[in-house]
């Protein structure tokens, strides 16, 4: 069984930053993709940014120059460091994780719980 573990959510005041954690355990062997994703109060679930195994970043247009991806492949852990937060960031992050576990022969995409991120003054 796969678990990830995130952390980091909070209330933040609009200009401050916030620094999401996940890290992924239990049988999860190798892990390819990480990334994170949000979705607003009534709005869909949205692509935040992902990295790969080897460092190649995405981000969503809108958050490029304020939110950076990184992760330790060592400790399973993917990071997102969000500064310049503005109170439209308000949302839930989930983590995401593409990676293999034992006992499967395909690769397998995983889900964190979400983290509660709000932006207000």
């Known amino acids: 069984q796969v678990q990830l573990v995130e952390s980091g959510g909070g209330l933040v005041q609009p200009g401050g930053s916030l620094r999401l954690s996940c890290a992924a355990s239990?049988?999860?062997?190798?892990?390819?993709?990480m990334g994170w994703y949000r979705q607003g109060p009534g709005k869909q679930r949205e692509l935040v940014a992902t990295?790969?195994?080897?460092?190649?970043?995405n981000y969503a247009d809108s958050l490029k120059g304020r939110f950076t991806i990184s992760r330790d492949n060592a400790k399973r852990a993917v990071y997102l460091q969000m500064n310049s937060l503005k109170p439209e960031d308000t949302a839930v992050y989930y983590c995401?994780?593409?990676?293999?576990?034992?006992?499967?022969?395909?690769?397998?995409?995983?889900w964190g719980q979400g983290t509660q991120v709000t932006v207000s003054s």
């Open positions: 990295i790969t195994s080897r460092g190649i970043t």
């Open positions: 239990g049988s999860i062997s190798s892990i390819d993709i």
């Open positions: 995401n994780v593409d990676g293999y576990e034992a006992g499967y022969i395909y690769p397998r995409n995983y």
